[in-house]
């Protein structure tokens, strides 16, 4: 990774059809660190990745999101998504007629138009190998995306894209919600590879089950819109085992 940018929010504020879900978010997620988000039900945690990527239903109040020196908080989905950051949804959805591989030969060119070593031969083939490593049969990179998927097929189509495509930062929302532990596995590995490349990750998650095989430099507890506590990996041990009662 040439470029070092850290993702730097400040007080923000979003409303969702004029209604206040984030109350003055403060983070600060330096190149190649991995943060953990955690919290209730219905504390913001998606609202927060869809803002950062400006999901057209989250209006920003208040406050900037900024990757280096992009200032994302001002740009569009695309351009964002040009910068390198991307989101892993927590409800993917179904694109009828368009293959993972469709989205993604389009996708790779728009992202490698100046790179003259990039080949489409080697990239399909990479498609090929990573879809292997998440057992995802073949048949599944032809049909249509996450038409008819189940929720552990959805999420492995979401974790296929991030690894393919070159991120710089990535938001990865309740990607363990609907996978069964060898499936878990196998998504956990190939985010540790991620991590391994230099890719900043914010994880978000109800337990605390992933961080078994994925090493985070920090968690953060989100309720009502606000982070109220931030500590180490042992925060996460904690609530799975007492719960948020103590925090909130
Ligand atoms: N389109 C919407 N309009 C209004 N409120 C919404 C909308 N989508 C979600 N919300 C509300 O925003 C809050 C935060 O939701 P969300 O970010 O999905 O929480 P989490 O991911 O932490 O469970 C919830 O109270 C939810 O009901
Ligand atoms: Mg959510």
Redesign the pocket.
Known sequence: MNIMSTLTIKNLHVT??A?P?LNGINLILPQGKTHVIM??????????G?TILRHP?CKIARGTIAFGKNKLSSMKTDEIARAGVLLAL?HPQAVSGVSVTNLLTIAIRKFSVKRKDFKMAHFRNDIKETAKALHIQDEFLSRSLNDGFSGGEKKKMEILQLSLLPAKCVII??IDSGLDIDALKLVAKQITKLRARGVSIII?THYNRILRWIKADRVHI?HK?KIIKSGTQALAKDIEKNGYSDYI
């Open positions: 969702l059809e209604k879900i919290g209730p039900n219905g504390s913001g945690k998606s609202t927060l869809n239903s927590q929302d309740e978000i989100l819109g």
